[in-house]
């Protein structure tokens, strides 16, 4: 069960970088507009806004990368406690993107798959 949480964990840290690199990195982009949906004037209006919300996501997954390391180095308080924390963040966040705007369930199952695989794996290995 530690080996799929932590699987599901790194793999969630990967998808927060991934979208801190189009938030933060590529926002007004035509790639990156038309993952999002907005047009050229939303994106620009937009981008300030974006490379902060960017960075909120790379600092989930740095949390959930600390946390993993540090579980993995046998400190397993620390290291749980920084993956709930990370995971939590991100999966309550993909359901308040749900919440705020229903035509971005997808993006929020995305968003959220991976943390709520490895909360209750992580769970259920303590």
């Known amino acids: 069960m530690l080996i799929a949480g932590l699987s599901f964990a790194a793999l969630a840290a990967v998808l ?3 979208i801190f690199a189009l938030e933060s990195l590529s926002w007004t982009s035509p790639r990156t507009r038309a993952v999002f ?5 939303e994106a620009e209006t937009t981008r300030m806004l974006a490379f902060n919300q960017g960075f909120y996501n790379l600092f989930l997954a740095v949390m959930t990368v600390v946390g993993i390391c540090a579980v993995a180095l046998g400190h397993n308080i620390v290291g749980v406690s920084l993956l709930f924390a990370g995971l939590g963040s991100m999966l309550a966040a993909a359901l308040v993107l749900v919440a705020s705007t229903s035509g971005m369930a997808r993006a929020a199952v995305v ?3 991976f943390p709520a695989f ?9």
């Open 37 to 41: 949906g907005t047009t050229a004037d």
């Open 111 to 113: 968003q959220g798959a």
């Open 118 to 126: 490895a909360i209750p794996l992580l769970s259920l290995s303590l």
């Open 16 to 18: 927060h970088v991934y």
